[in-house]
């Protein structure tokens, strides 16, 4: 078998014992890798209704066909779990040296069940596994843990993703950190402190074969060269960053949980200031030509990693100005493993209930409070005072609060929003009701349309629905094969070139409407894994913020989003999906993709 090795490692932590279990190529082609193959797993492993913190619920490490073929951005793999943070399908990508290992170890995917009777850590040493006590670990940072792990095993090759004390201390929105990136959203983390499990040590030496060898250097050698073009200009020059300035000039950046779409001091926190003034330094992931990621001085000395979303969420979401605010705060939401979108989506929540004297507890959380912001994060990842109740995530502790503030709780299906303005990206806002992961903005490229000028983005209308599947179904292959997002603009024609890629990588005759295909069955896959566990049409929703206020600042002043415009929208989706008018998956549908009879 070429671009897989038709295999995954099933571990069960409670009785120590693993087996090897042969992936059928049927499956592998009908979901790929990364995400669509343990969103396919995840299916079979997870039982109905399971409790995400119950030693049963599989956490699932994919790999993908491309990934140690050599492609730029292809070092990636998928974490695919039940989150604990809205019950529905968790599925999370990382990068780099980690996800090298994982193929080279010999596996698809690796599947993890059970829980360890004491802190525990995994050792898999090309087909040896072993159970590691990790109690010394315990409360270490991912990357103390990482480092005491290399030091005791003394393996040059060896690559480590571990939690901190956020996921031991099952913050519902815990990550899984690898070389300081993060699987990051909903909360993968938790689950694996559910394991008693800190880390899983990786060292392989088994090669992947291709079918074409020489036509794939020869497509290499193409995205190489188109990856370092125009196209990928604004990855590469400042990253994504720059998106803060851009956003907050069309209205579109969210500032203090969501109540304005502006923020006055973004000129402090640009892309283009930061890079002027915090010594920014270009790095990339393991296999990347683009390196897409801005390191930056913080004022103890250390580079800090800083993406758009983390500036957006632990800045102007929380009115905060002072860019090294933003950077300590990042660097406490890696040193402790925290989802930084949720981090600063809820305190965003809790700062506005402090605001309105509902939280006496910490009377000092006020939007722009550097200090309080600060101090709350420790306080979330060790579960103390006011942390205990945010490590809850917002929809939850809006629940246990009450006092209606489950209005300001701005989320959808426990998921916290990203940094798009729903009232003025139309097509982002049914993008962010309808995904099966909750609001997310990588699952679907609906802000691509708002963006680009193909519709009016102030404007909804029924056209929405088929734009929002297709960059679903679009998205879902990327991230299955794995190819990083910001590659795809380096296509021409990404169905058509992808299925060559994909035919000279595995050997297999697939064409462009078989890719499309692919990419729809996973989506509807993730899709019939939450009405198992109980999705309602009513999940399928935004925040009333946004249903009910209009926006006061900016160009975009004015502007709001009502219930039926999203309604309208929604049932579009619905249609444009072959599903019925309350949003499930007919039966004819399940049969035309070839999926689990419900």
């Given at each position: ?7 995954l490692l099933?571990i069960d ?6 087996s090897?279990?042969?992936?059928e ?12 193959l343990?969103?396919?797993l995840?299916?079979e492993?997870?039982?109905?209704g399971v409790d ?5 619920n599989?956490?699932?490490?994919a790999?993908?066909p491309?990934?140690g073929t ?6 990636k793999f998928a ?5 604990p ?7 999370s ?10 193929k080279?170890?010999?596996v698809?995917?690796?599947v993890?069940?059970?829980?360890a009777a004491?802190?525990?850590?995994i050792?898999i040493?090309?087909?040896?596994v072993?159970?590691?006590n ?11 843990t990482e480092?005491?792990i ?8 060896l690559?480590?993703?571990?939690i901190?004390?956020a996921?031991?201390n ?8 690898n070389?300081?990136r993060?699987a990051?959203r909903g909360?993968?983390g938790?689950?694996?402190?559910s394991k008693?499990?800190?880390a899983?040590?990786l060292?392989?030496?088994?090669e992947?074969s291709v ?8 497509i ?11 196209l ?6 400042i990253?994504t960053?720059a998106n803060?300035?851009?956003f ?6 969210p500032?203090?949980?969501?109540q304005?779409?502006?923020?006055d ?13 915090n010594?920014?330094?270009?790095h ?5 030509t ?14 800090q990693r800083?993406?758009?979303e983390t500036l957006?969420?632990?800045?102007p979401?929380?009115g905060?100005n002072?860019?090294q605010?933003?950077?300590?705060a990042?660097?406490?939401?890696d040193?402790?493993?925290?989802d930084?979108i ?5 305190l965003?929540?809790?700062?506005e209930?402090s605001?309105?004297?509902l939280?006496?507890e910490?009377t000092?959380?006020?939007f722009g409070?550097?200090?309080?912001l600060?101090a709350?994060i420790?306080l979330?990842?060790?579960r103390?005072?006011?942390g ?8 939850r502790a809006?629940l246990?609060?009450g006092y209606g503030s ?29 995904s099966?992961r909750?609001?997310?903005h990588?699952?679907s490229?609906a ?5 680009s000028?193909e519709?009016d ?7 929405r ?5 297709a960059?679903?179904d679009?998205?879902a292959?990327l991230?299955?094969m794995?190819v990083c997002?910001?590659l795809r603009k380096?296509?021409?024609d990404f169905y058509?070139?992808g299925?060559?890629?994909v035919s000279?990588v595995t050997?297999?005759?697939c ?8 990419g729809?069955r996973i989506?509807n896959l993730?899709?019939l894994f939450?009405q ?7 999940d399928d929703?935004?925040?009333e913020r946004l249903?009910q206020?209009?926006?006061p600042t ?7 989003l009502?219930p039926?415009?999203l309604?309208?929208m929604i049932?579009?989706?619905?249609q444009?999906r072959?599903w019925d008018e309350?949003?499930?998956i007919s039966?004819?549908?399940l049969?035309e993709?070839?999926l689990?009879?419900?």
């Amino acid at each position: 078998m070429h671009g897989f090795h038709g295999q995954l490692l099933h571990i069960d932590l409670t009785s120590g014992k693993s087996s090897w279990r042969e992936i059928e190529e049927s499956r592998l082609r009908a979901y790929l890798g990364g995400i669509g193959l343990g969103t396919s797993l995840l299916y079979e492993y997870a039982p109905p209704g399971v409790d995400p913190f119950a030693p049963e619920n599989p956490l699932i490490f994919a790999s993908a066909p491309l990934v140690g073929t050599g492609l730029t951005t292809t070092a990636k793999f998928a974490v695919v779990t039940k989150s604990p943070l809205t019950g529905f399908i968790a599925d999370s990508l990382s990068s780099s040296h980690f996800a090298l290992e994982l193929k080279r170890i010999g596996v698809d995917a690796l599947v993890i069940t059970g829980k360890a009777a004491v802190p525990a850590y995994i050792l898999i040493n090309n087909d040896q596994v072993e159970i590691r006590n990790a109690e010394a670990l315990r409360g270490k940072s991912p990357n103390e843990t990482e480092s005491t792990i290399r030091a005791e095993l003394n393996l040059p090759a060896l690559r480590v993703a571990a939690i901190g004390q956020a996921g031991e201390n099952l913050v519902r929105f815990a990550t899984i950190s690898n070389e300081g990136r993060q699987a990051g959203r909903g909360g993968v983390g938790a689950v694996m402190g559910s394991k008693s499990l800190k880390a899983i040590a990786l060292c392989g030496a088994r090669e992947i074969s291709v079918a074409d060898p020489a036509a794939v250097d020869a497509i290499a050698n193409r995205l190489r060269r188109q990856s370092l073009g125009s196209l990928t200009d604004k990855y590469r020059s400042i990253g994504t960053v720059a998106n803060l300035a851009v956003f907050n000039r069309l209205g579109t950046l969210p500032t203090q949980n969501f109540q304005q779409s502006t923020f006055d001091d973004a000129e402090a926190l640009s892309g283009e200031s930061l890079t002027v003034n915090n010594f920014s330094r270009r790095h990339g992931c393991a296999a990347c030509t683009i390196q897409c990621e801005r390191l930056f001085k913080a004022l103890n000395g250390e580079e800090q990693r800083l993406e758009y979303e983390t500036l957006f969420a632990l800045g102007p979401l929380c009115g905060i100005n002072d860019p090294q605010v933003v950077l300590q705060a990042a660097q406490l939401c890696d040193l402790y493993g925290l989802d930084t979108i949720s981090t600063g989506g809820t305190l965003s929540w809790a700062m506005e209930c402090s605001e309105k004297g509902l939280l006496p507890e910490a009377t000092e959380l006020r939007f722009g409070a550097a200090d309080a912001l600060l101090a709350a994060i420790p306080l979330i990842a060790q579960r103390i005072g006011v942390g205990a109740r945010l490590a809850e995530g917002s929809r939850r502790a809006a629940l246990a609060l009450g006092y209606g503030s489950d209005y300001w709780a701005m989320h959808v299906k426990g998921l916290e929003l990203p940094g798009y303005e729903p009232r003025s990206l139309k097509t982002m806002a049914l993008g962010l009701a309808v995904s099966p992961r909750g609001a997310c903005h990588n699952r679907s490229g609906a802000y691509e349309a708002d963006f680009s000028g193909e519709v009016d983005r102030l404007k909804s209308d029924s056209g929405r629905g088929a734009i929002v599947a297709a960059s679903e179904d679009f998205a879902a292959v990327l991230d299955s094969m794995i190819v990083c997002k910001f590659l795809r603009k380096c296509f021409n024609d990404f169905y058509l070139e992808g299925a060559e890629l994909v035919s000279k990588v595995t050997g297999w005759d697939c064409s462009s409407d078989e890719l499309k295909r692919i990419g729809e069955r996973i989506h509807n896959l993730k899709k019939l894994f939450n009405q198992r566990e109980g999705w309602r049409a009513q999940d399928d929703w935004l925040p009333e913020r946004l249903l009910q206020e209009t926006l006061p600042t900016g160009v975009a002043q004015g502007v709001g989003l009502s219930p039926d415009e999203l309604r309208g929208m929604i049932a579009s989706y619905y249609q444009a999906r072959g599903w019925d008018e309350n949003g499930l998956i007919s039966a004819k549908k399940l049969e035309e993709l070839g999926l689990p009879d419900a």
